[in-house]
């Protein structure tokens, strides 16, 4: 039986959408097939093993993984080939896994960092790896990969901090020069919409950018179209297929962290998309196109904006951590398309399974 280690948490401003995501993915884990080790990764970047996966109430998120900081543990990756082994020096408890379900999201969870920690450990682990999280992960390189490969996407303008701090009144200018009203200035590399503001007059738009800079050192800004929310989800490596689509309906002014989470009635999801069918088939065809460009491996959720006024689509972003709620749009797409909660953790298992085999491949000495 495949021992499987859930990490859940992490150093990240979506530490607790994480929580929620991995308890719907332990609760879905077939008990005959696999043996689950909730790890959670405390606000401050620690490790911890937790005795057994305990599933909790919470009133904000429904049911969340219930972390307990207990222990002192550390990380093995050489002790037995190809596990990762954890180790407790208060109880000296050892625990070995065969493969990663991070059920994490955002910075140090979705960038790349912990992908590459799993890479040289030699640990089979889901979704993309290393380099498709980095790329993914960071809004700017995505748009500027999207846009030189053909694939639409919203005129943006990107801000660095040191040279906000340097000249801000110049980098205005440029934006208000280039940029037209309204506009949504948002951290380069965080999900859930986490630091989000969308700006309607040019008096708002240097708070906002100083709200921004909580949350990454580079920022981006660009022109809010009126659209249509889509999204897709792709499951694959080599041979990646796109699922049906679906539109997000947002109650609130935008679709932000509190329609997305914290508002029971804060959108409406629409499985499926009312699309024309030639409209759709492109936008799938986009979405597959776009992961295959951005090094994507596993899983992603890809984000489009459809014009309302001129029909045309624009790739937003991809999420290569989604959401993992029994709630969230990339499992729901699926068992719309024909592959249930249950069914689809197995097949990102063995889509994990089937690229660390490939890897183990790779000469490594000439």
Request: glycine share 8%; hydrophobic share 40%.
């Given at each position: 039986m495949l021992t499987v280690g859930v990490l859940f948490g992490g150093r990240s401003g979506e530490h607790d959408v994480s929580l929620c995501s991995a308890a719907s993915v332990v609760a879905a884990m077939d008990p005959g097939k696999y043996n689950v080790v909730a790890i959670g990764i405390a606000r401050d970047g620690r490790w911890y093993v937790q005795d057994r996966p305990v599933i909790v109430d919470d009133k904000d998120f429904g049911r969340i993984l219930k972390l307990e900081k207990k222990g002192t543990w550390f990380i093995n990756h050489f002790e037995e080939g190809g596990k990762l082994v954890l180790f407790d020096a208060e109880s000296n408890r050892k625990v070995s896994v065969d493969v990663v379900f991070p059920a994490v999201h955002g910075t140090y969870c979705e960038d790349g960092t912990l992908q590459g920690l799993l890479e040289l450990a030699m640990v089979?682990?889901?979704?993309?790896?290393?380099?498709?999280?980095?790329?993914?992960?960071?809004?700017?390189?995505?748009?500027?990969?999207?846009?030189?490969?053909?694939?639409?996407?919203?005129?943006?303008?990107?801000?660095?901090?040191?040279?906000?701090?340097?000249?801000?009144?110049?980098?205005?200018?440029?934006?208000?020069?280039?940029?037209?009203?309204?506009?949504?200035?948002?951290?380069?590399?965080?999900?859930?919409?986490?630091?989000?503001?969308?700006?309607?007059?040019?008096?708002?738009?240097?708070?906002?950018?100083?709200?921004?800079?909580?949350?990454?050192?580079?920022?981006?800004?660009?022109?809010?179209?009126?659209?249509?929310?889509?999204?897709?989800?792709?499951?694959?490596?080599?041979?990646?297929?796109?699922?049906?689509?679906g539109e997000v309906r947002t109650r609130h002014?935008?679709?932000?962290?509190?329609?997305?989470?914290?508002?029971?009635?804060?959108?409406?999801?629409v499985i499926p998309a009312p699309l024309d069918p030639a409209v759709s088939d492109t936008i799938r065809a986009a979405a597959v196109k776009g992961y295959g460009v951005l090094c994507c491996g596993g899983m992603a959720r890809i984000d489009f904006f459809l014009d309302k006024n001129t029909g045309e689509y624009?790739?937003?972003e991809i999420n290569t951590l989604p959401g993992f709620t029994s709630i969230s749009m990339y499992p729901k797409l699926w068992a719309q398309t024909g592959i249930e909660y249950a069914a689809l953790i197995d097949r990102l298992v063995e889509l994990a399974?089937?690229?660390?085999?490939?890897?183990?491949?790779?000469?490594t000495e000439l």
């Amino acid at each position: 039986m495949l021992t499987v280690g859930v990490l859940f948490g992490g150093r990240s401003g979506e530490h607790d959408v994480s929580l929620c995501s991995a308890a719907s993915v332990v609760a879905a884990m077939d008990p005959g097939k696999y043996n689950v080790v909730a790890i959670g990764i405390a606000r401050d970047g620690r490790w911890y093993v937790q005795d057994r996966p305990v599933i909790v109430d919470d009133k904000d998120f429904g049911r969340i993984l219930k972390l307990e900081k207990k222990g002192t543990w550390f990380i093995n990756h050489f002790e037995e080939g190809g596990k990762l082994v954890l180790f407790d020096a208060e109880s000296n408890r050892k625990v070995s896994v065969d493969v990663v379900f991070p059920a994490v999201h955002g910075t140090y969870c979705e960038d790349g960092t912990l992908q590459g920690l799993l890479e040289l450990a030699m640990v089979p682990y889901v979704g993309a790896d290393s380099v498709g999280s980095s790329i993914g992960i960071d809004k700017d390189v995505t748009k500027r990969l999207l846009r030189d490969s053909g694939i639409p996407v919203v005129p943006w303008k990107t801000v660095i901090r040191e040279d906000w701090l340097r000249d801000s009144g110049t980098i205005l200018k440029n934006i208000e020069e280039e940029l037209s009203m309204p506009l949504f200035v948002k951290p380069a590399r965080t999900g859930s919409s986490v630091g989000v503001k969308k700006v309607k007059a040019r008096a708002e738009l240097r708070e906002a950018i100083e709200f921004s800079f909580q949350y990454d050192t580079k920022l981006l800004v660009e022109i809010g179209i009126e659209a249509r929310e889509i999204e897709c989800s792709v499951l694959g490596n080599n041979e990646p297929r796109a699922s049906i689509l679906g539109e997000v309906r947002t109650r609130h002014e935008f679709y932000s962290y509190e329609s997305k989470y914290i508002d029971p009635d804060g959108a409406e999801l629409v499985i499926p998309a009312p699309l024309d069918p030639a409209v759709s088939d492109t936008i799938r065809a986009a979405a597959v196109k776009g992961y295959g460009v951005l090094c994507c491996g596993g899983m992603a959720r890809i984000d489009f904006f459809l014009d309302k006024n001129t029909g045309e689509y624009y790739l937003n972003e991809i999420n290569t951590l989604p959401g993992f709620t029994s709630i969230s749009m990339y499992p729901k797409l699926w068992a719309q398309t024909g592959i249930e909660y249950a069914a689809l953790i197995d097949r990102l298992v063995e889509l994990a399974l089937e690229r660390h085999r490939a890897r183990m491949n790779i000469r490594t000495e000439l």
